[in-house]
């Protein structure tokens, strides 16, 4: 086993170009040419220049029509500049003969709220989708035909062909060469049938569907027909589809190094054995037509009832930089923003065919953006690598990944630095992720990096430094802005603003990590910062204000934001161009182009003044809802029965129990809501519970309209959406989590459980949250 870096040990790796020449494959050039996308084998280019898109799932058909548009601006403000979407034949047509495309299921009117706010599409049109849907997709009367379904069976792709004529006829005049729909993806996870993936391509563009880029999922080995579609992969830190005690899985794993290995063998990998009988899959390589693209990065993790994964923020950014560092061309999240299934019984489930027990309903997926609408951790991380993406995209996107000369020997290697440079030869960016899940790891001590570039080694930094646990980061290297380059930072790039006289480059700091930057010689840097030698300078990391580098060609300021408030960091782009702004609650760009949020009390957002170089506070007119937080009273109303150790099993899974079980096991709770508070408007309005068990629902007026498995998080659900009103009667049942179930568990909650004498069931608090909108106020 090598021994770990040290001090003495410089961290090295020398720009290695592309192995091919740039080239312009069919796709999206002479077929399906598109006014603004266009496919190279190296990157994408969006209106003539190199760009990385950034595409975040939500399913329109799993929120309330009116949640579409607080949604899309908030994952517009995080960054998002793709939508992806499933459109989900089952909720579509559960009847043969005929869609629906109506309330939550317009998803015309969709796609033209996205275009409105400057968003792209990307379609998932199936036929089959998985997203942990009842038959994948498939209406009942799908599922039942006697057909060979997923092949080119005639009598399946006859009524597959009606489908996407429906489709077709409800999408017409909005995809095109002037269109925001980019993106189409057929099929999903469709591992051997390259044939049936080309003419299923056939199918949708004789409906009247086109798109500039064709995508399949290329995970598993698949074979795929290169010429027709381009690959794309997943990264998921860990997942609900390997048994409850199984120990953290190698292909998990994999997703915390740098590597130029997109394939992930373990996605879906269940579902393949179940129906197949193998998991076995071979790695299928980087497309030599494509550039390096991903679909499916961990937004958060759904749960199934066997295995209750909880991604931390970390958890997730980390996997996302580690894609950005490994040469990513494209970088798509699953889910983004969560959401509810429309209707009961439309959950992946054993009963139909698949080995886990997903909820009837709950369809949160601890995304960044859950599906009360709550922004979780994970948001404001990604948001920053969002900003980074969008600030330098275009001089990223050319540039190929090089990793170290010393890699990680497996996946128990804790000890050498994950780290992976991006650069065309002479700039370029250090990317570091010195985190993963589950296994912490311990500082890095002494990381000095040795960067071999067209000019000549660049040395980063000038002494060697500690590299905190938890450290995800990019940090620039000689990077030129307004005629002044940067030699090198140990802060992560965040932005560029527009600004008169020069423009600001904003980097943020490391937490634990001195901010020094190096600049040429003959450049003169003003403000507060410390010069430590060897034409480096040390910035005060509580410092919020700009120091201005001078050099022969031209002014630069650089504002470097501490860490303590990185993760309060929005770049927006308004009207009056791109803004910097603090703030710890949500904030977007209303439709009159001024900064608008919510906030829990008295709204507190400043604004980065490039004039005064300083940050303002931004004058919100805001109802603010006082308190912000009201305990709910939670009335007993029957105590819960003895529950057994296993519901039953399928492939060594356990079942979740029935709605009749739950009904009759579990204690039942009346939770007496404040009439005014509930029809208080201002803002939105949520149920937050804090409990322990194994299975809760929540039911208004007698109905079932939530539920969650347990996997100790709080479970949050917005009482519009639920449909509570004054005077509705609403019940909360919890099932006893008994102490011999097979259900893995997050740590946190395990040592909950193990703790517990006997069954574990605990109704800790309910609180109704009280969010008010602001908007800002221009005087």
């Known amino acids: 086993?090598?021994?770990?870096?040290?001090?003495?040990?410089?961290?090295?790796?020398?720009?290695?170009?592309?192995?091919?020449?740039?080239?312009?494959?069919?796709?999206?050039?002479?077929?399906?040419?598109?006014?603004?996308?266009?496919?190279?084998?190296?990157?994408?280019?969006?209106?003539g220049r190199p760009a990385i898109p950034v595409s975040g799932e939500i399913h329109f058909s799993r929120l309330p029509r009116n949640r579409w548009e607080d949604r899309l601006r908030l994952m517009k403000a995080g960054g998002i500049t793709v939508v992806a979407c499933y459109v989900f034949w089952i909720h579509h047509g559960p009847v043969e003969g005929g869609a629906r495309f109506d309330g939550n299921l317009d998803v015309a009117a969709f796609v033209r709220l996205c275009a409105s706010l400057d968003l792209d599409v990307v379609l998932r049109i199936g036929p089959w989708a998985h997203g942990e849907v009842r038959n994948g997709g498939f209406p009942d009367w799908v599922q039942a035909a006697g057909v060979e379904h997923r092949t080119n069976d005639p009598a399946y792709l006859a009524m597959?062909?009606?489908?996407?004529?429906?489709?077709?006829?409800?999408?017409?005049?909005?995809?095109?060469?002037?269109?925001?729909?980019?993106?189409?993806?057929?099929?999903?996870?469709?591992?051997?049938?390259?044939?049936?993936?080309?003419?299923?391509?056939?199918?949708a563009r004789a409906a009247g569907l086109t798109a500039p880029i064709w995508t399949a999922t290329a995970w598993g080995g698949a074979d795929l027909p290169e010429a027709e579609v381009l690959p794309v992969f997943g990264g998921y830190g860990d997942g609900f589809w390997v048994d409850a005690d199984a120990p953290w899985d190698p292909t998990f794993r994999q997703h915390y190094f740098f590597s130029h290995q997109w394939d992930d063998p373990g996605i879906g990998a269940d579902l393949r054995e179940h129906l197949s009988g193998s998991d076995a899959a071979p790695r299928r390589s980087t497309s030599s037509?494509?550039?390096?693209?991903?679909?499916?990065?961990?937004?958060?993790?759904?749960?199934?009832?066997?295995?209750?994964?909880?991604?931390?923020?970390?958890?997730?950014?980390?996997?996302?930089?580690?894609?950005?560092?490994?040469?990513?061309?494209?970088?798509?999240?699953?889910m983004f923003a969560g959401g509810t299934n429309p209707a009961a019984c439309l959950q992946e489930s054993q009963a139909t065919g698949y080995p886990n027990d997903l909820p009837e309903f709950d369809y949160d997926f601890h995304a960044p953006i859950g599906a009360s609408g709550r922004?979780?951790?994970?948001?404001?991380?990604?948001?920053?690598?969002?900003?980074?993406?969008?600030?330098?995209?275009?001089?990223?996107?050319?540039?190929?990944?090089?990793?170290?000369?010393?890699?990680?020997?497996?996946?128990?290697?804790?000890?050498?630095?994950?780290?992976?440079?991006?650069?065309?030869?002479?700039?370029?960016?250090?990317?570091?992720?010195?985190?993963?899940?589950?296994?912490?790891?311990?500082?890095?001590?002494?990381?000095?990096?040795?960067?071999?570039?067209?000019?000549?080694?660049?040395?980063?930094?000038?002494?060697?430094?500690?590299?905190?646990?938890?450290?995800?980061?990019?940090?620039?290297?000689?990077?030129?802005?307004?005629?002044?380059?940067?030699?090198?930072?140990?802060?992560?790039?965040?932005?560029?603003?527009?600004?008169?006289?020069?423009?600001?480059?904003?980097l943020a700091a490391e937490a634990g990590i001195e901010p020094r930057l190096c600049l040429p010689e003959g450049t003169v840097l003003s403000g507060e910062a410390a010069p430590v030698g060897g034409n480096a300078y040390a910035v005060p990391s509580s410092s919020l204000a700009p120091v201005t580098a001078t050099g022969s060609g031209g002014v630069l300021k650089i504002l470097v934001l501490p860490a303590s408030l990185a993760d309060q960091a929005w770049v927006l782009e308004t009207p009056r161009g791109l803004e910097l702004v603090l703030s710890a609650e949500p904030?977007?760009?209303?439709?009159?182009?001024?900064?608008?949020?919510?906030?829990?009390?008295?709204?507190?957002?400043?604004?980065?003044?490039?004039?005064?170089?300083?940050?303002?506070?931004?004058?919100?007119?805001?109802?603010?809802?006082?308190?912000?937080r009201l305990d709910v009273t939670v009335a007993p109303v029957r105590s819960a029965a003895a529950v057994p150790a296993s519901f039953g099993s399928l492939a060594g899974r356990a079942a979740a129990p029935g709605g009749e079980a739950v009904a009759e096991l579990a204690a039942v709770y009346r939770l007496d809501l404040p009439t005014t508070e509930i029809a208080a408007g201002g803002g939105p309005t949520e149920l937050e519970i804090t409990w322990a068990g194994d299975v809760a629902r929540l039911l208004v007026d007698g109905r079932v309209v939530a539920d969650r498995f347990?996997?100790?998080?709080?479970?949050?659900?917005?009482?519009?959406?639920?449909?509570?009103?004054?005077?509705?009667?609403?019940?909360?049942?919890?099932?006893?989590?008994?102490?011999?179930?097979?259900?893995?568990?997050?740590?946190?909650?395990?040592?909950?459980?193990?703790?517990?004498?006997?069954?574990?069931?605990?109704?800790?608090?309910?609180?109704?949250?009280?969010w008010s909108d602001w908007r800002e106020d221009l005087g």
């Open 587 to 628: 904030a977007w760009v209303d439709p009159r182009g001024l900064l608008a949020g919510r906030s829990l009390g008295t709204p507190s957002v400043r604004r980065y003044s490039s004039r005064s170089g300083r940050f303002e506070i931004v004058t919100a007119d805001a109802v603010v809802r006082e308190p912000s």
């Open 160 to 203: 597959v062909e009606r489908w996407y004529n429906l489709l077709g006829a409800e999408l017409r005049g909005l995809s095109g060469p002037d269109g925001n729909v980019i993106g189409i993806q057929l099929e999903n996870e469709l591992y051997d049938q390259p044939a049936h993936l080309s003419r299923l391509k056939e199918l």
């Open 289 to 334: 037509l494509y550039p390096p693209a991903t679909c499916e990065l961990a937004g958060g993790m759904a749960t199934a009832y066997h295995r209750r994964p909880w991604p931390e923020g970390k958890d997730v950014a980390a996997v996302a930089n580690n894609k950005i560092g490994s040469g990513s061309g494209w970088q798509g999240y699953y």
């Open 375 to 506: 922004l979780a951790p994970s948001f404001a991380l990604l948001r920053r690598q969002h900003a980074f993406l969008a600030a330098f995209g275009e001089r990223l996107a050319p540039m190929p990944s090089t990793l170290p000369d010393r890699e990680p020997w497996g996946v128990d290697d804790a000890e050498t630095l994950r780290w992976a440079l991006r650069s065309d030869g002479e700039s370029g960016f250090v990317f570091i992720s010195w985190h993963q899940a589950h296994i912490p790891l311990p500082a890095y001590i002494g990381a000095q990096f040795r960067l071999g570039l067209a000019d000549g080694p660049v040395t980063v930094p000038d002494s060697p430094v500690d590299i905190p646990a938890g450290t995800i980061g990019a940090w620039p290297v000689n990077l030129e802005v307004a005629g002044v380059r940067l030699l090198w930072a140990t802060a992560s790039a965040l932005t560029v603003l527009d600004s008169e006289g020069s423009p600001t480059l904003v």
């Open 1 to 47: 086993m090598p021994s770990p870096n040290t001090a003495l040990d410089l961290l090295t790796a020398t720009h290695r170009p592309h192995g091919n020449a740039l080239l312009r494959p069919p796709m999206s050039n002479t077929e399906d040419p598109h006014g603004r996308w266009r496919v190279t084998n190296h990157y994408l280019e969006c209106g």
């Open 710 to 770: 347990w996997d100790g998080s709080a479970w949050v659900i917005d009482i519009g959406d639920a449909g509570i009103r004054p005077g509705a009667v609403v019940l909360l049942q919890v099932l006893p989590l008994s102490k011999d179930a097979k259900v893995g568990l997050p740590a946190g909650a395990q040592r909950l459980r193990d703790a517990a004498d006997g069954d574990l069931l605990a109704m800790d608090r309910v609180q109704l949250v009280c």
